[in-house]
C-alpha cells in the first residue's frame, strides 16, 4: 500500500477524542486509496464513512457538472448545496469524462493506483463504457470493486432505484405510518445512507481477506436488500402471524400480512409516544414499559394501586388493553414538559426519549464538536454537518469539508504521472 498523500484541508476539531494515552499518527484506513466514482447519496454515504476512516478517497466527476446534487435543494445560490456538502467530506474531487478516450486512460491509471473502486449508477452504466467487472480486474487485480444497485439478481435487476423506491419494495413502507393511513416512508434514509453502511462493511471484509488471498473481489449491495436487512423484525413478524394476530400491534384487525405499526415499539416491550406539556408538535415523550418499572412507574405517575390492579400488574394483562395503559401514564406526563418527564422516568430507571426536532438536535449543546459539527467552506461559509457515529480509540476523526468540483485535478493527475502540461486542452476538450 502506498503512503497516503491526501492534503489535510483543516476543518472542524476531532470529531472524536481517543481515550488512550497516545493516539497513533496514522489512521484506520491510511494507505488505502479509494476511487469513488459515487452520486447522490447512496454511494458517497459509505465513501464519506471510508474517508473519515483515513482512506484517500478521490471523488471522480463529470466535467462542469459534477455529482447531480451539487446543484439540487440549494439555499445559497451557485455555491454547492448542503446535499453535496454534508456526504461528501474528507474527499478530494477530480473531474473527469470517461466516456472519452482520453478520459478512459486516466481512469485506467486511477484503477491501476486505488484500492477500492466504489460506483452506483444505473445498471450496466460502466459496462457500456468498456469498464466491466473483468476489465477492472485485469487492469488491477488486487482492487474491491463495489456497486451499489437498486436490486440484486432477479426480475428486477435492470431497474434503477430512489430511497423510497427501496423502502417500498424493501417492505419499510407497508409496515411504517398508521394502521389507517397510507404507506409510509421514514425519514431516516435507510435504502440510501442504510445501505451505504452495508457498502462499507463489504468494502472492508474483502480488505481484510485481500490481506490473506492477494485478491481483490467484487462487492455487489443492493438497496432493497438492505432495506429487508433493517425490516429483519417484520419479517419476523410475518412468520408469527400463522399463530395468530401481533398483540403488541396496535391493529386490531389482521390480514395476512404485518400491518402499519404506528408507533409501536416493535420488540418484545410495549413502547408508545406519549403527549407533553406545552402540546407542539414535538412535545412528545416514547416511553417502554419493561415489565420490572411498572411499580415504580405506577407510583410515579400518582397511580399505586395500579401495582396490584389484577389489570395491570403483569406485561400479559398490560398487553391487551396497552393502549389503556398509555392512556394512564399520559394523563400524568401531560402535565410536565418533554425534558422534565426524560429526566423524571430516567430517576426510575424507565427508559424513554423525548421526540427531539432536526432543530432541537442542530441546538443541542452537549452533541457540538462529535455528532453535530461545524465545517469551514470556502464558498458557503460556515456549516453544521452531521459528525461521524464510528468512534475509534485510535484512529479519531476530524470532519474536513467536502471539495469543490475538480479542486484537486492537477494534484491526482500529477500523482498517477499524468502529464499535466496539457491540463488546459484537456479541459477545453471536456476530458477534465
Ligand atoms: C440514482 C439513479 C436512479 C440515477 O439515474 P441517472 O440520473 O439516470 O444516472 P445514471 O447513473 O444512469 O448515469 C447517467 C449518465 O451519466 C453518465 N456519467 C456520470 N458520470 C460520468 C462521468 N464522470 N463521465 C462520463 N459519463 C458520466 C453515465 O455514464 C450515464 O450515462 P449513460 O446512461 O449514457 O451510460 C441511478 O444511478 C441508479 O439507479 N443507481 C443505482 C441505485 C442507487 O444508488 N440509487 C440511489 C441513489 S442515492
Known sequence: MAENSKPKSGGAPPASKATGDSVPARKALDGIRVLDMSHVQAGPSATQILAWLGADVIKV????????????????????SLYFTMLNCNKRSIT?????????????????????LVE????????????????????N????????????????????????V????????STTGREDGPPTSTGAQIGDSGTGIHCVAAILAALIQREHTGRGQRVQVAMQDAVMNLCRVKFRDQQRLAHGPLREYPNKEFKDFVPRSGNASGGGQPGAALRCAPGGPNDYVYVIIQPHVWEP?????????LVDDPAFATPEARLPHIDEVFGVVEEWTKGFTKFEVLDKLN?????????????????????AGRMVVEVEHPERGTFKTIGCPLILSDSPVTVERSPLLGEHNEEILREIGYDINHLDELQSAGVL
Open 297 to 305: 412507574l405506577a407510583k410515579l405517575i400518582g397511580r399505586p394501586e
Open 347 to 367: 430517576e426510575i430507571d424507565v427508559p424513554c426519549g423525548p421526540i427531539l426536532s432536526t432543530k432541537d438536535i442542530l441546538e443541542d449543546g452537549s452533541l
Open 61 to 80: 466527476e463529470l466535467p462542469g457538472r459534477g455529482d447531480i446534487t451539487r446543484g439540487q435543494l440549494r439555499d445559497v445560490p451557485n455555491v454547492d
Open 141 to 164: 487485480p488486487r482492487i474491491v470493486y463495489a456497486s451499489i444497485k437498486g436490486f440484486g439478481p432477479g426480475k428486477f435487476v435492470d431497474f434503477k432505484a430512489y430511497e423510497t
Open 96 to 116: 473527469l469524462n470517461t466516456k472519452t478516450s482520453e478520459g478512459k486512460e486516466i481512469f485506467t491509471r486511477l484503477v491501476r493506483h486505488c484500492d477500492v
Open 166 to 173: 427501496a423502502q417500498a419494495m424493501g417492505g419499510a413502507m
Open 120 to 139: 452506483n449508477f444505473a445498471p450496466g452504466v460502466l459496462d457500456r463504457q468498456g469498464f466491466t467487472w473483468e476489465k477492472i480486474h485485469e487492469i
